[in-house]
C-alpha cells in the first residue's frame, strides 16, 4: 500500500485552465504539507495542515487553494493557470506538527501550455 | 531562519564511502539535523536525523560536532543506486522545511 499517494501523475493543460491535484496518505499523520519544485529543482513549502486547519501558508498567489476535507486528504486547487505554475508539486505528510520527518509522495508533474 | 551549505556535487566510485558535510552555522538549540535523499522523478525520503554526536541506521551515519555548526552524512559502500540528491537541513521556524540545492552525488561504476 502507497503512503502518501497523488493524482494525477502528470497533468498538461492550457494557461487559463482550472485543475486540482488529489493527496491520499494512510499513515495516520496529523499534519500534511504542498510543496513546489521547480526547474532548478529548489523544493519550496506552500502549505501545511494540521487536522485539517490550515498552519502555514507561504508566499503563495491566492489562485493555489488548498482543500482538507479530513486529515487524511490535502488536495490543491490551481485557478487561471500559468506558464510559471508549471513545476512537480509534492504532497507530504508527518505524525506531528514541525516534524522534519515527512512523507512525501512521488509527486504531480504539471505541465501549462 | 537557520541556513545550510552543502557542496553542490560529488562524485564517487561503487564501494567507497562518502561523506557529505553540511554547515548550518546559526542552527537553533532545540534544531535537529536531517537529511533527505531523492531519487530522479520521486519525491524526498528521510534518510537520518540527529541532534549531537553520531546516529547510526541501517543506511547512513550522522555525525555532528559538539558545536552543531556543521554535520556530516556518511554513506558506507555505495552502489550505483546511491546516486541521488541529498539535502540537509534544520527547521526553518515552525512547522516549517527548508530545502537548500542539495548535494547531487553521482556513484561510478
Known amino acids: 500500500d502507497t503512503a502518501v499517494s497523488q493524482t494525477p501523475k502528470y497533468l498538461v493543460t492550457q494557461m487559463g485552465n482550472d485543475k486540482s491535484i488529489k493527496c491520499e496518505q494512510n499513515l495516520g499523520h496529523d499534519t500534511m504539507y504542498w510543496y513546489k519544485q521547480d526547474s532548478k529543482k529548489f523544493l519550496k513549502i506552500m502549505f501545511s495542515y494540521n487536522n485539517k486547519e490550515l498552519i502555514i501558508n507561504e508566499t503563495v498567489p491566492n489562485r493555489f487553494s488548498p482543500k482538507s476535507p479530513d486529515k487524511a486528504h490535502l488536495n490543491l486547487h490551481i485557478n487561471s493557470l500559468e506558464l510559471g505554475d508549471s513545476a512537480v508539486y509534492f504532497c507530504?505528510?508527518?505524525?506531528?506538527?514541525?516534524?522534519?520527518?515527512?512523507?512525501f509522495g512521488p509527486g504531480t508533474r504539471l505541465l501549462v501550455l | 531562519l537557520a541556513k545550510t551549505t552543502q557542496p553542490i556535487s560529488m562524485d564517487s566510485y561503487e564501494g567507497q564511502e562518502v561523506n557529505i558535510t553540511c554547515s548550518h552555522n546559526?542552527?537553533?538549540?532545540?534544531?535537529?539535523i536531517t537529511w533527505y535523499q531523492q531519487f530522479p522523478s520521486q519525491g524526498p525520503r528521510f534518510i537520518i536525523q540527529?541532534?549531537?554526536t553520531k546516529v547510526t541506521n541501517e543506511v547512513a551515519s550522522l555525525f555532528i560536532p559538539a558545536d552543531r555548526k556543521s554535520s556530516t552524512l556518511s554513506l558506507p559502500r555505495v552502489s550505483l543506486s546511491d546516486t541521488a540528491v541529498y539535502y540537509c537541513l534544520v527547521r526553518g521556524g515552525y512547522n516549517k522545511l527548508i530545502f537548500g540545492a542539495g548535494t547531487r552525488l553521482a556513484v561510478h561504476p
Open positions: 540527529g541532534y549531537k
Open positions: 507530504a505528510s508527518s505524525p506531528a506538527q514541525g516534524g522534519e520527518t515527512q512523507y
Open positions: 546559526n542552527i537553533a538549540t532545540n534544531d535537529y
